[in-house]
Structure formats: structure tokens, C-alpha cells
T-cell receptor, first 114, second 113 residues
Framework: NAGVTQTPKFQVLKTGQSMTLQCAQDMNHNSMYWYRQDPGMGLRLIYYSASEGTTDKGEVPNGYNVSRLNKREFSLRLESAAPSQTSVYFC?????????????FGAGSRLTVL | DQQVKQNSPSLSVQEGRISILNCDYTNSMFDYFLWYKKYPAEGPTFLISISSIKDKNEDGRFTVFLNKSAKHLSLHIVPSQPGDSAVYFCAAPESGGYQKVTFGTGTKLQVIP
């Protein structure tokens, strides 16, 4: 009963390096999300995937790319990391069976860009 | 343009007293509002929700009130317990599919024993 699993939990990058954050859910949810959390900024939506095969930009998509590999997996890629991307990243998923749309979150991935 | 706002970054309350967390929104098309709770080093977890056709929803010690005319909602915790110490986020899914979910900036609640 894993729910939403994110890897890695911690990562340190140098400016300009690339990396991919992985997310997988085992709840057969249709929609998946990537948020970042920064002090004083709350949770800001980076990208979301309403269903398998679709992705859409959120509030802060610049510098990121995503791939909805299949119904279970939604990855977030930083092609050329910048210090401004130092943050805690959360993946979430939801079945979207109603308008209330309750999200289930992973435990987070803490990324530091030097 | 932040559609969901939490203007109080932090709140301290004595154990046993009431905690009131506030949230304002600008988009009158929101149909639902949700509150999430987040402990350090964990992901947010769903706490309680309210539909825009209601003005109150209660679940145990947690009650959410919605004032549509003021575009304001509040979360009441009575009585507050030390285990309630966490960051609370209000959130709203955009209507027309509800897939895009916007969160507020969060309020850090500290319940003092």
C-alpha cells in the first residue's frame, strides 16, 4: 500500500546539471501533479497531467519538462538546473471522481542546486 | 495572480483553545475548497473539504466555514491539541474538470501545551 512514491528523496546538483525526479502511484489514479514548495510561497503547481497521454503547464513551468510515461508514472526533468530551482518537490495524484478532487501526495524530494 | 491567499504565515494557540485559520480567494468560479495539513518532512494530507453550496462542514474537531459573498473561508480547530501543530494549506480545484488545483501559501500552526 505504497500510495505515491517519489525518488530520490534528496539530491544536490551543480548549476547546469540535469536530473529527473521520478514519481509513481499504485492507486490507479488518472491525474498526476508536480508541485514545488518554497518558504512563503506555498505549494505552486509546476505541471500536471489530467490523464495518461496529456500534460499541461501550471503556474511555474519554466525550466522544467515532464513525461507521463504511463498511467502510474509521471516524471519531472530539470534540463539545466539553476539555484532558483532549489526547493522541495512534491508529486501528487488523484482519481478525480468528483469536483472536490482530493490529492494524495508523496513524501517529497528535496533538491539543492549549488 | 494568486487566486488563493492565506495572509497569516503563522499562528500560536494554547492547547485546548480554538485555532482559526483563514483563507481568501479571488476566483468566484471555485466550486470546492479543501484544507490540507502538512507535517515537516512529509507530504500534505487531506483534512476537510467544503462545497460552495454549503456554508459549513464539520468533521470532529475540525469545521470549515465558507462565506461566498466575502470570498473567505476559515478552518476552526476545537479544541486544539499539540499534534495539530503543522502547516495548513487551503486549496481549490478549478471548475471545468477540476484537475488544476491551486494552493494557498500556508499557515504554520503551533499549539502550545
Amino acid at each position: 500500500n505504497a500510495g505515491v512514491t517519489q525518488t530520490p528523496k534528496f539530491q544536490v546538483l551543480k548549476t547546469g546539471q540535469s536530473m529527473t525526479l521520478q514519481c509513481a502511484q499504485d492507486m490507479n489514479h488518472n491525474s498526476m501533479y508536480w508541485y514545488r514548495q518554497d518558504p512563503g510561497m506555498g505549494l505552486r503547481l509546476i505541471y500536471y497531467s489530467a490523464s495518461e497521454g496529456t500534460t499541461d503547464k501550471g503556474e511555474v513551468p519554466n525550466g522544467y519538462n515532464v513525461s507521463r510515461l504511463n498511467k502510474r508514472e509521471f516524471s519531472l526533468r530539470l534540463e539545466s538546473a539553476a539555484p532558483s530551482q532549489t526547493s522541495v518537490y512534491f508529486c501528487a495524484s488523484t482519481p478525480v471522481t468528483s469536483g472536490a478532487n482530493v490529492l494524495t501526495f508523496g513524501a517529497g524530494s528535496r533538491l539543492t542546486v549549488l | 495572480d494568486q487566486q488563493v491567499k492565506q495572509n497569516s504565515p503563522s499562528l500560536s494557540v494554547q492547547e485546548g483553545r480554538i485555532s482559526i485559520l483563514n483563507c481568501d480567494y479571488t476566483n468566484s468560479m471555485f466550486d470546492y475548497f479543501l484544507w490540507y495539513k502538512k507535517y515537516p518532512a512529509e507530504g500534505p494530507t487531506f483534512l476537510i473539504s467544503i462545497s460552495s453550496i454549503k456554508d459549513k462542514n464539520e468533521d470532529g474537531r475540525f469545521t470549515v466555514f465558507l462565506n461566498k459573498s466575502a470570498k473567505h473561508l476559515s478552518l476552526h480547530i476545537v479544541p486544539s491539541q499539540p499534534g495539530d501543530s503543522a502547516v495548513y494549506f487551503c486549496a481549490a480545484p478549478e471548475s471545468g474538470g477540476y484537475q488544476k488545483v491551486t494552493f494557498g501559501t500556508g499557515t504554520k500552526l503551533q499549539v502550545i501545551p
